[in-house]
Nanobody
Framework: QVQLVESGGGLVQAGGSLRLSCAAS????????MGWFRQAPGKEREFVAT????????YYADSVKGRFTISRDNAKNTVYLQMNSLKPDDTAVYYC?????????????????WGQGTQVTVSS
């Protein structure tokens, strides 16, 4: 019922920036909570950031706080992850996810819908 498609990943040098986009389609997306997760090879998927779709309240993992910004454009049904001051440790596949739960949820298992992921590689 909900399809999520990420884009904007790529190669960037340490200290650089990227903006990831997640376009939602398939149904009305209002009242969903959106999240960004990332997964590096051999590691568990970890929480990055989340936003309430309606009121735009945000929450960030400590590892990205102050560097990443999650936002959304209701008219475009798109959520963004602006990533600044990128570090090599940020290298991962980044996934957009959605849950009907409006509360802050940080675990991947609580998200119902996932995009295909977009690769972010940060070189030192």
């Amino acid at each position: 019922q909900v399809q999520l498609v990420e884009s904007g990943g790529g190669l960037v040098q340490a200290g650089g920036s990227l903006r990831l986009s997640c376009a939602a389609s398939g149904r009305t997306f209002n009242r969903y909570r959106m999240g960004w997760f990332r997964q590096a090879p051999g590691k568990e998927r970890e929480f990055v950031a989340t936003i309430n779709w309606v009121i735009s309240s945000t929450y960030y993992a400590d590892s990205v706080k102050g560097r990443f910004t999650i936002s959304r454009d209701n008219a475009k049904n798109t959520v963004y992850l602006q990533m600044n001051s990128l570090k090599p440790d940020d290298t991962a596949v980044y996934y957009c996810a959605a849950t009907p739960n409006s509360a802050v949820v940080l675990t991947p298992t609580e998200y119902d819908y996932w995009g295909q992921g977009t690769q972010v590689t940060v070189s030192s």
